[in-house]
Protein backbone atom coordinates (compact mmCIF):
# COMPACT_ATOMS: atom_id res chain seq x y z
CA UNK A 1 0.00 0.00 0.00
CA UNK A 2 1.04 3.36 -1.00
CA UNK A 3 -0.17 7.02 0.01
CA UNK A 4 -1.79 9.21 -2.58
CA UNK A 5 -2.01 12.67 -2.78
CA UNK A 6 -4.29 14.89 -4.71
CA UNK A 7 -6.23 17.91 -3.92
CA UNK A 8 -10.11 17.06 -4.62
CA UNK A 9 -12.78 19.71 -4.39
CA UNK A 10 -10.23 22.01 -3.33
CA UNK A 11 -8.54 20.47 -0.30
CA UNK A 12 -5.52 18.36 -0.41
CA UNK A 13 -6.49 14.78 0.64
CA UNK A 14 -4.45 11.59 1.00
CA UNK A 15 -5.43 7.67 0.84
CA UNK A 16 -3.89 4.03 0.93
CA UNK A 17 -3.82 2.70 -2.40
CA UNK A 18 -2.69 -0.19 -3.99
CA UNK A 19 -1.61 0.18 -7.81
CA UNK A 20 -4.56 -1.26 -9.27
CA UNK A 21 -6.87 1.18 -7.14
CA UNK A 22 -9.42 2.70 -9.33
CA UNK A 23 -9.84 6.52 -8.60
CA UNK A 24 -13.55 5.76 -8.15
CA UNK A 25 -12.52 3.75 -5.25
CA UNK A 26 -10.24 6.16 -3.90
CA UNK A 27 -13.26 8.79 -3.63
CA UNK A 28 -15.28 6.36 -2.31
CA UNK A 29 -13.66 4.23 0.04
CA UNK A 30 -10.19 5.99 0.39
CA UNK A 31 -11.92 9.50 1.15
CA UNK A 32 -16.04 9.02 1.35
CA UNK A 33 -17.32 10.73 -1.29
CA UNK A 34 -19.42 8.33 -2.02
CA UNK A 35 -21.86 11.24 -4.42
CA UNK A 36 -19.39 9.15 -7.14
CA UNK A 37 -21.26 6.27 -8.31
CA UNK A 38 -20.84 3.14 -9.70
CA UNK A 39 -22.79 1.22 -11.90
CA UNK A 40 -20.97 -0.67 -14.43
CA UNK A 41 -16.94 -0.60 -13.53
CA UNK A 42 -15.82 -1.08 -17.12
CA UNK A 43 -15.93 2.31 -18.37
CA UNK A 44 -19.58 2.10 -20.11
CA UNK A 45 -22.39 3.75 -17.85
CA UNK A 46 -20.95 7.26 -16.81
CA UNK A 47 -21.81 7.18 -13.72
CA UNK A 48 -18.56 7.64 -12.29
CA UNK A 49 -17.64 10.56 -14.36
CA UNK A 50 -15.70 13.23 -12.47
CA UNK A 51 -13.58 16.20 -13.24
CA UNK A 52 -9.38 15.57 -13.13
CA UNK A 53 -7.40 18.99 -14.12
CA UNK A 54 -10.82 20.60 -15.96
CA UNK A 55 -11.75 17.84 -17.89
CA UNK A 56 -14.56 14.50 -17.25
CA UNK A 57 -12.95 11.55 -17.16
CA UNK A 58 -14.67 8.11 -16.08
CA UNK A 59 -13.09 7.55 -12.80
CA UNK A 60 -13.45 3.56 -12.82
CA UNK A 61 -10.96 3.76 -15.97
CA UNK A 62 -7.98 5.65 -14.34
CA UNK A 63 -5.56 4.44 -11.53
CA UNK A 64 -5.41 6.77 -8.34
CA UNK A 65 -1.61 6.39 -8.25
CA UNK A 66 -1.29 7.67 -12.04
CA UNK A 67 -3.24 10.80 -11.04
CA UNK A 68 -1.21 11.60 -7.93
CA UNK A 69 -1.57 15.16 -7.32
CA UNK A 70 -3.95 16.01 -9.73
CA UNK A 71 -7.12 18.71 -9.12
CA UNK A 72 -10.42 16.65 -8.95
CA UNK A 73 -13.70 17.82 -7.95
CA UNK A 74 -16.54 15.68 -7.58
CA UNK A 75 -20.33 16.03 -7.22
CA UNK A 76 -19.98 17.26 -3.53
CA UNK A 77 -17.62 19.99 -4.83
CA UNK A 78 -20.55 21.05 -7.14
CA UNK A 79 -22.92 23.32 -4.83
CA UNK A 80 -22.29 26.77 -4.41
CA UNK A 81 -20.09 27.86 -1.18
CA UNK A 82 -22.99 28.71 0.77
CA UNK A 83 -24.31 25.03 0.23
CA UNK A 84 -27.10 26.00 -2.59
CA UNK A 85 -27.03 24.00 -5.65
CA UNK A 86 -25.16 25.06 -8.46
CA UNK A 87 -27.20 26.86 -11.85
CA UNK A 88 -26.59 23.27 -13.48
CA UNK A 89 -27.82 21.54 -10.65
CA UNK A 90 -30.79 23.64 -10.02
CA UNK A 91 -32.05 23.17 -13.62
CA UNK A 92 -31.54 19.59 -13.29
CA UNK A 93 -34.34 20.21 -10.36
CA UNK A 94 -36.49 22.33 -12.09
CA UNK A 95 -36.60 20.98 -15.84
CA UNK A 96 -36.98 16.92 -13.84
CA UNK A 97 -33.77 15.94 -15.59
CA UNK A 98 -33.60 13.17 -12.66
CA UNK A 99 -35.66 10.14 -11.65
CA UNK A 100 -33.92 7.57 -9.39
CA UNK A 101 -30.82 10.11 -9.11
CA UNK A 102 -28.31 6.96 -9.94
CA UNK A 103 -27.06 8.70 -13.64
CA UNK A 104 -27.07 12.03 -11.85
CA UNK A 105 -23.76 12.76 -10.42
CA UNK A 106 -22.07 11.58 -13.94
CA UNK A 107 -24.37 13.85 -15.53
CA UNK A 108 -23.89 16.90 -13.85
CA UNK A 109 -20.33 16.29 -13.88
CA UNK A 110 -20.20 15.35 -17.82
CA UNK A 111 -22.53 18.39 -18.25
CA UNK A 112 -20.41 21.05 -16.24
CA UNK A 113 -17.64 19.70 -18.50
CA UNK A 114 -19.41 20.65 -21.83
CA UNK A 115 -20.57 23.98 -20.59
CA UNK A 116 -17.12 24.63 -19.54
CA UNK A 117 -15.70 24.00 -22.75
CA UNK A 118 -18.80 25.67 -24.67
CA UNK A 119 -21.08 27.87 -23.11
CA UNK A 120 -24.10 27.47 -25.62
CA UNK A 121 -23.92 24.39 -26.73
CA UNK A 122 -26.68 22.96 -29.60
CA UNK A 123 -28.93 19.71 -28.68
CA UNK A 124 -27.30 17.92 -30.80
CA UNK A 125 -23.80 18.88 -29.10
CA UNK A 126 -25.45 18.21 -26.04
CA UNK A 127 -26.82 14.92 -26.97
CA UNK A 128 -23.70 14.04 -28.44
CA UNK A 129 -21.36 14.96 -25.56
CA UNK A 130 -23.73 13.11 -22.93
CA UNK A 131 -23.62 9.63 -25.19
CA UNK A 132 -21.10 8.02 -22.65
CA UNK A 133 -23.67 8.90 -19.74
CA UNK A 134 -26.39 6.35 -19.53
CA UNK A 135 -29.64 6.54 -18.30
CA UNK A 136 -32.30 3.97 -17.47
CA UNK A 137 -35.09 6.45 -16.51
CA UNK A 138 -35.58 10.01 -17.62
CA UNK A 139 -35.38 9.09 -21.56
CA UNK A 140 -32.85 11.94 -21.71
CA UNK A 141 -35.18 14.97 -22.99
CA UNK A 142 -35.49 16.17 -19.76
CA UNK A 143 -31.47 15.76 -19.12
CA UNK A 144 -31.22 17.87 -22.07
CA UNK A 145 -33.27 20.39 -21.06
CA UNK A 146 -31.52 20.78 -17.87
CA UNK A 147 -28.70 21.70 -19.71
CA UNK A 148 -29.62 23.51 -22.20
CA UNK A 149 -31.32 26.00 -19.47
CA UNK A 150 -28.27 26.03 -17.82
CA UNK A 151 -26.65 27.60 -20.83
CA UNK A 152 -29.65 30.26 -20.20
CA UNK A 153 -30.68 28.71 -23.96
CA UNK A 154 -34.34 27.88 -25.23
CA UNK A 155 -35.43 24.87 -23.85
CA UNK A 156 -36.50 22.06 -26.54
CA UNK A 157 -40.12 21.54 -26.91
CA UNK A 158 -42.06 18.09 -25.62
S1 LIG B 1 -18.91 3.00 -13.28
FE1 LIG B 1 -17.50 4.10 -14.49
S2 LIG B 1 -18.42 4.18 -16.44
FE2 LIG B 1 -19.78 2.94 -15.27
S1 LIG C 1 -32.36 9.07 -13.27
FE1 LIG C 1 -32.34 6.93 -12.93
S2 LIG C 1 -30.65 6.24 -14.08
FE2 LIG C 1 -30.86 8.30 -14.64
Known sequence: MTKTTMTVNGKSVSAATEGRTLLSAYLRDGLGLTGTHIGCDTSQCGAC???VDGLAVKSCSVFAQDIEGADVKTIEGMANADGSLSVLQQAFQDHHGLQCGFCTPGMVMSSAALLA????????QVRDYLEGNLCRCTGY???VKAVMAASDQAVPAE
Not at 117 to 124: M, Q, R, S, Y
Request: glycine share 0%.
Open 49 to 51: VVH
Open 141 to 143: HNI
Open 117 to 124: ENPNPTEH
